[in-house]
């Protein structure tokens, strides 16, 4: 055949071509809805981003998103990379007006030689095509929407720079599912997803590869087609060295690049679920469930991966160490070892995926001194007798079963058990712990919450113990009623008596009459014995003296309780609250008697790095800009508001030093560094709680049972939860222990005897007392003895150093998970 013949069949094919697609487009326009889409909206067009939690030192703790993307601007994408796109996509995307009418010609010519062949049609699709597809027109097939289509690439191109066309094509497309298994849409997390890379680490080859994903990334797939995956890869670089986007050089370097996905293991999120889901619902709270799963937010809070990993480690340990001395409740279930591999996925796939290095394994054989485990994946080990000591049965109400003397007394072949490896081949025997408890870290000089962690583990129960279990506080609540002691004039050498109080709630109603642990009473006491010792009657009757109405003043001052009114009870801790709302008045003594507002979050950027929200305003509140020739320094800012009389508050913290040196915290008089400490216990030893605090750090421990019982005899916050404080402070950087207390103007010491008050500079139990330079008036009774008529006195509550006292059962109804009458409160309703 001439040339001529081919040229004028060509020619006549294209000619008759394009009138059958002028009389669709006629016949469309006249006939059908075709309403085009404002292209205008590209330019303000915002696809869905990733919102990203870091931590203080930038580990990613979180992600919220509905399509994983993270927005880049076009500056920051490798020129590589939008080389590869576009020699794989659309090679004349900077010469045409938004069609390739070549390309047309090309593809329709190769679909009219290939009917009949069952060959997959042939597109032609320009990046600013599928730019409209993917924005406005979507991806349904008919020819109504390829006209759409093509009208309004012709437009994006006249009116938007080909830089934000290829920009928007980038951050858009979807580039199928990387080694996490999470879809990627845009070039950002595509090259995380399948690399572990940022952009400007990839390779030329790992380019090529992701660009050859957008005709189709299922059918790339490294992991399911390896072969296909390197053959798409090199066809893009040809495209590249044929474009002179690349050297033959180059090409050859990068066609000889491994192709292989990065390990998942290298992507772990930071754990601290209970402290991620606190930072979601402030985000919900304050931008909207929408706004946080779309718009790309970078989102830094105050926690310290190395203080949460400390307090969730010692808090963990704590509890299952205490519950391992109520026995063993028996294995998780008993299987049959011939079909062992498939009950044990079956068992494992219904367990809670713990956060810790638990595994599940079956008892394959037992003999004298181990018992022989099959883990799920294959692999055994050994649990020693000295692993199986503390096992012995639980026989319910603190009882245990006789002694262990061999793994047959524990344990039966086909039983499936939780262990931990101890080493390559040892193992040793696990339980879950049927007690909880929470920790939360807060720094007192800005609020900022550094650790917190609300049970045992987030996979057995996402109740958050720090912000919504209501309990009864019990004797922690003292400092805060001889704060207000010091605020009407008492010293901490003032004599107080501790002993018997009869008052009555009302007419015809029996007397309360609290009593000591012991049924004995000191006699005359100073302030600083009764706080140092946690003695309840003296407490009472300094309350009498004050009176209850400025004692209710301080308490709504510091929020601590959730039920305003004030009673002769509550001065013994019969109210209710949280851990959170203790440890945010505890670090109020610590700040001095300033206001300290708890924040998780330290600041926010938007998806282009600017910061829309601080989360201590005060920080920058009293920053001014005053020129580099000004004649004084700039003045910094106190903070918040002085709340409590600077004198009055370091007076408790003397005090409280002394509790850690002499009375219910001596547990921590080994610290060499100032510490401030306060335990309590109440009723039935159903909740025990610690507070500890340097000027820099509180610590704050709960522990008790979600449904409330009690955690057996004998068992205070002075030995259950201060031993787990101790262990979290000796641990945590020093940098936040060695400051002293500040002592405030108007301070002076004495010597005294810490037990009668009296001066004593010879002895070597003297202590040096905190006293006001200038004594206050004294704004209280003499009478220590006096009888009130109230409505209700509420529950009565005990601490001491040895054991709570047996008394009646809380009026009050006990918080819990079940009965719970805030299980709704978090951080973001508390300090907001």
């Not at 008759?16 to 909206?41: D, E, M, Q, R, W």
């Not at 970078?298 to 963990?316: F, G, K, M, N, S």
């Not at 583990?457 to 113990?465: F, G, K, T």
Request: proline share 6%.
């Amino acid at each position: 055949m001439s040339f001529r013949r081919i040229f004028f069949s060509s020619a006549l094919t294209f000619l008759t071509l394009a009138g059958c697609a002028a009389i669709g487009l006629f016949v469309s326009v006249k006939y059908h809805n075709f309403a085009i889409p404002g292209y205008s909206l590209i330019d303000h067009y915002t696809p869905p981003l990733v919102s990203r939690i870091y931590t203080t030192d930038d580990k990613l703790l979180s992600e919220y998103f509905i399509e994983k993307r993270v927005f880049l601007p076009i500056e920051a994408i490798p020129k590589m990379l939008m080389d590869a796109f576009i020699s794989a996509e659309d090679k004349t995307f900077h010469q045409h007006n938004g069609l390739d009418f070549l390309g047309i010609i090309r593809a329709v010519l190769v679909n009219i030689s290939n009917i009949g062949s069952n060959k997959r049609l042939v597109g032609a699709s320009t990046i600013t095509q599928q730019v409209a597809k993917n924005m406005l027109t979507g991806s349904r097939v008919s020819w109504v929407r390829k006209i759409k289509e093509a009208i309004l690439a012709i437009a994006i191109d006249a009116s938007i720079p080909k830089n934000k066309i290829l920009e928007l094509y980038l951050n858009q497309i979807y580039l199928g599912v990387g080694a996490d298994g999470t879809a990627s849409y845009g070039v950002a997390v595509a090259a995380q997803s399948y690399f572990d890379k940022s952009l400007d680490e990839l390779t030329l080859g790992e380019c090529a590869y992701l660009a050859g994903l957008a005709k189709g990334a299922a059918n790339y797939n490294i992991k399911k087609h390896p072969n296909r995956a390197r053959v798409r890869r090199d066809w893009v670089i040809d495209r590249m060295l044929s474009n002179k986007f690349i050297s033959k050089e180059e090409a050859d370097t990068a066609k000889n690049e491994l192709l292989q996905l990065t390990p998942i293991e290298r992507r772990q999120l930071f754990k601290a679920e209970y402290f991620a889901e606190e930072v979601r619902r402030f985000l919900n709270a304050k931008f909207g469930t929408q706004s946080v799963y779309t718009s790309g937010y970078a989102v830094h809070v105050t926690l310290d991966p190395v203080i949460q990993t400390i307090a969730e480690r010692c808090l963990c340990e704590g509890l299952s160490e205490f519950d391992r001395k109520y026995g063993w409740r028996g294995p998780i279930a008993n299987i049959d070892l011939a079909d062992h591999a498939n009950e044990l996925k079956k068992i494992t796939r219904a367990l809670p995926k713990l956060s810790n290095s638990w595994t599940v394994g079956v008892v394959s054989s037992l003999s004298g001194q181990s018992a022989k485990v099959i883990m799920r994946d294959g692999s055994e080990g050994n649990i020693p007798l000295s692993e199986l000591n503390w096992a012995r049965k639980s026989l319910g109400k603190c009882i245990l079963g006789p002694i262990v003397k061999k793994p047959s007394d524990v344990l039966k072949i086909g039983d499936v058990i939780w262990v931990e490896k101890l080493d390559s081949r040892t193992l040793a025997l696990r339980q879950t712990p049927k007690v909880q408890g929470a920790i939360i870290v807060m720094s007192p000089l800005n609020g900022r919450i550094l650790a917190m962690h609300g049970g045992y583990d987030y996979a057995l129960s996402e109740y958050n113990r720090v912000t919504q279990a209501i309990r009864q506080p019990g004797s922690i609540i003292k400092p805060f009623i001889y704060l207000t002691a010091m605020d009407c004039g008492f010293d901490p050498n003032s004599i107080i008596h501790d002993g018997p109080i009869s008052i009555v709630p009302g007419p015809n109603q029996q007397a309360w009459q609290p009593k000591n642990v012991t049924n004995k009473f000191f006699g005359d006491v100073t302030v600083r014995f009764a706080l140092e010792h946690s003695v309840n009657n003296a407490t009472v009757a300094m309350s009498q003296q004050i009176g209850l109405e400025p004692i209710a003043e301080t308490l709504h001052k510091l929020d601590i309780l959730n039920n305003p009114n004030v009673y002769p009870a509550t001065v013994l801790g019969s109210g209710e609250t949280t851990l959170f709302k203790l440890v945010r008045a505890y670090s109020i003594l610590a700040n001095g008697g300033r206001g300290v507002t708890p924040i998780i979050i330290d600041h926010i950027q938007d998806k282009y790095g600017k910061v829309i929200f601080r989360g201590n305003q005060q920080s920058y509140a009293q920053c001014r800009y005053i020129g580099p020739m000004a004649d004084t320094p700039p003045e910094i800012s106190e903070g918040e508001e002085q709340m409590f009389n600077p004198i009055s508050v370091y007076q408790i913290t003397h005090m409280l030093e002394g509790a850690s040196k002499r009375g219910s915290a001596v547990r921590a008089r080994h610290f060499d560094f100032p510490f401030a400490c306060k335990t309590g216990t109440t009723n039935n030893s159903e909740d025990t709680w610690v507070v500890g605090y340097t000027p820099n750090l509180v610590v704050g421990i709960y522990i008790g049972f979600d449904q409330p019982k009690s955690l057996g005899d004998k068992v205070l916050g002075a030995n259950l939860p201060l031993p787990i404080l101790i262990k979290v402070v000796e641990q945590i950087d020093p940098k936040y222990k060695m400051t002293p207390f500040k002592v405030p103007k108007g301070v002076v010491f004495k010597k005294i005897d810490p037990v009668t008050g009296v001066p004593d500079k010879e002895s070597k139990s003297a202590i040096y007392e905190a006293f006001r330079a200038i004594p206050l008036d004294k704004k209280y009774s003499s009478d220590q003895r006096g009888t009130f008529s109230i409505d209700s006195i509420g529950s009565l509550l005990d601490e001491t150093e040895d054991a709570p006292q047996k008394l009646p059962a809380p009026t009050n109804e006990n918080i819990s998970p079940g009965n719970s009458k805030n299980q709704n409160d978090s951080i973001s309703s508390l300090i907001e």
